[in-house]
């Protein structure tokens, strides 16, 4: 596809269940970032991976919050044992820039929104 | 640390009016600044950056390092304005404000 591509578009769970969102970046992009973006609220840097690297996880909120990025492309972000702070929209985006100091422009998917009941 | 807000969550105006959004920054180094826009049931997307001083859409950003501001203006505002806009700046990480969404009334 043309764009940065997320799924699920929505989720709901359940208080403690676990929860896995996928992002599929921009073919060719080195630079992929989650951000996390609660309700009347502005994107909140969770991580930054630059191909399968995780430089920078500093942002994700607890040790239940978990991110992958194997192969260089696909990039899963998974939450244990959900809680209902974590309700929120989940934001990819991907940057053709090799280095997080040259990343100008990020391109973002349309997010997953998380609800946890 | 870095920090950016912008104080106005909502802002009204009628269409042929000129509008400012404003932005106020906190960084130590060198700041870069940018704008990005989301429009009704669209993605996020990056409006305009400091460094390349365009004019995207009639927008205009100048950034003022004295009083640290990257305030968003445009002479006259359309209908198809209306949109969540958010300023960003760029030091360790990308980091966002809470953003304004703007409302151009007919």
């Known amino acids: 596809g043309a764009g940065v591509s997320q799924s699920p578009r929505y989720k709901v769970a359940k208080r403690g269940q676990d929860v896995a969102l996928r992002c599929d970046p921009i073919?060719?992009?080195?630079?992929l970032f989650w951000y996390q973006q609660a309700l009347g609220q502005g994107p909140e840097f969770l991580t930054y991976?630059?191909?399968?690297?995780?430089?920078?996880k500093s942002g994700l909120p607890s040790d239940r919050f978990f991110a992958e990025r194997p192969e260089g492309s696909v990039s899963t972000l998974k939450i244990q044992r959900t809680q209902q702070e974590d309700s929120a929209v989940y934001l990819c985006?991907?940057?053709?820039?090799?280095?997080?100091?040259?990343?100008?422009?990020?391109?973002f998917g349309e997010g997953s929104r998380l609800t946890v009941l | 640390a870095q920090r950016v807000t912008q104080p106005e969550k909502l802002l009204s105006v009628f269409k042929g009016a000129p509008v400012e959004l404003k932005c106020n920054y906190s960084?130590?180094?060198?700041?870069?600044l940018f704008w990005y826009v989301q429009y009704s049931r669209q993605r996020l997307q990056l409006l305009l950056r400091?460094?390349s001083r365009e004019s995207i859409k009639g927008f205009t950003a100048d950034l003022n390092k004295g009083e640290t501001s990257f305030h968003l203006k445009k002479p006259f505002a359309q209908e198809e304005d209306s949109a969540m806009y958010y300023c960003?700046?760029?030091?360790?990480?990308?980091?966002f404000g809470e953003g304004t969404q703007l409302t151009v009334n007919p």
């Open positions: 400091h460094i």
């Open positions: 991976f630059q191909n399968e690297a995780q430089l920078d």
């Open positions: 960084y130590s180094g060198s700041p870069e």
């Open positions: 960003a700046l760029r030091g360790s990480r990308l980091t």
């Open positions: 985006a991907s940057s053709l820039a090799r280095y997080w100091g040259q990343a100008g422009e990020l391109f």
């Open positions: 073919s060719g992009h080195v630079s």
